[in-house]
């Protein structure tokens, strides 16, 4: 695909990127919401758009309210968007590039103007309740499996869903399908796994003890549905009757720049496409590290800064990108983060490109 429009020939890709589900936690937002006029108008317009003080949510939580899933994306997007317009009207930020981590790729198209704020918003809020009710409480999980490549994370799910399907009796029925599949690609060593409750077990038991993973390292995860895995059709479904219906005067518009999908870690300039790779996403893993390494490899970017709550995504790019490959790797998250950025900007050799 063309990119030459939309970056530079004789330079790097700078990239824009956003976090997910995961990174949120009470009092996120804060020091923006007071310094900045423009932070507020955007809690305010995202809350205006589902009838929900976001801005409550984030600075008081309970954490309990802010960790439902339905809660949760909104106000991941509504913080992360958030941040980016401060840095647009503060510093005068302009990306070349966007990408978001699954719920964070909303916040990316936000930023790259094909969505509007106030409808993305409603957007996540449903797709937060459609993953929610996906899979009933309890019979999905996820777990993360450490130093395994892709696959070995692929032999381990096969050989967990065999073992698990074989142990499943009509004494101990499960209204889900019994599967683990690959849902993140994070980085080279860091994949996390999604699926039914008892296949994922067994997938953490099988890491401990058979010989054709040693090394591997299991950790469950606290998280409320399997996400990016077959067993979220249903969400799937459901975010495709809503897109399905979506008036004329609420379709993605043409994108400023361009982004790169969760779906296939390729740099699109195709706002018609969208839809169909949001509904995608939901059932099929996020590719984070091929994503990351797209960019850098395809497309020159040695520029990647964070927009929106915590460091994971940071911490996801160190690991995959060439030591000597990134010029800058940071991220604005409150005001504090946002004056250290403003000055490792002036300061370094890509001032001009600001």
Not at 242 to 257: D, G, H, S, Y
Not at 320 to 349: H, N, Q, Y
Request: charged share 20%; hydrophobic share 40%.
């Amino acid at each position: 695909m063309n990119t030459s429009s939309n970056s530079p020939a004789s330079d790097s890709l700078k990239v824009a990127v956003f976090p997910g589900q995961g990174a949120q936690f009470v009092g996120m937002g804060k020091s923006l919401l007071n310094d900045f006029r423009i932070a507020r108008d955007t809690f305010e317009e995202a809350s205006d758009a589902i009838s929900l003080n976001l801005k409550k949510l984030c600075l008081d939580g309970p954490e309990s309210d802010l960790t439902l899933t339905e809660n949760t994306q909104p106000a991941l997007l509504v913080t992360s968007v958030a941040a980016f317009r401060v840095a647009q009207a503060e510093l005068g930020f302009q990306a070349h590039a966007v990408a978001g981590h699954s719920l964070g790729e909303y916040s990316a198209l936000v930023a790259a103007e094909a969505l509007s704020l106030s409808q993305a918003t409603r957007w996540v809020r449903a797709r937060g309740q459609a993953m929610q009710v996906a899979v009933p409480p309890g019979e999905g999980t996820m777990a993360a499996v450490l130093n395994l490549d892709e696959a070995g994370i692929r032999s381990l799910c096969a050989k967990a869903t065999l073992q698990a399907e074989s142990q499943r009796t009509p004494q101990s029925p499960s209204t889900v399908a019994c599967t683990v599949e690959p849902a993140n690609f994070n980085a080279p060593g860091q994949i996390v796994v999604a699926g039914s409750t008892d296949a994922v077990e067994v997938l953490i038991s099988l890491v401990k003890s058979d010989p054709e993973f040693k090394g591997a390292k299991a950790l469950p995860l606290k998280v409320s549905a399997p996400f990016h895995c077959s067993l979220m059709r249903p969400a799937r479904e459901k975010m495709a009757e809503i897109f399905e219906n979506t008036k004329p005067n609420e379709l993605p518009q043409q994108l400023r720049v361009p982004y790169f999908p969760n779906r296939t870690a390729r740099l699109t300039h195709e706002a018609q496409v969208i839809f169909e790779l949001f509904v995608e996403q939901i059932d099929h893993p996020v590719l984070w590290s091929q994503t990351v390494t797209t960019a850098i490899q395809q497309h020159h970017a040695n520029e990647f800064i964070e927009f929106g709550p915590g460091k994971v995504l940071q911490g996801l790019i160190k690991r995959i990108a060439p030591a000597d490959s990134l010029r800058v790797l940071t991220g604005v998250s409150d005001t504090d983060s946002l004056r250290a950025f403003e000055i490792l900007m002036r300061s370094s050799k890509g001032e001009s490109h600001l």
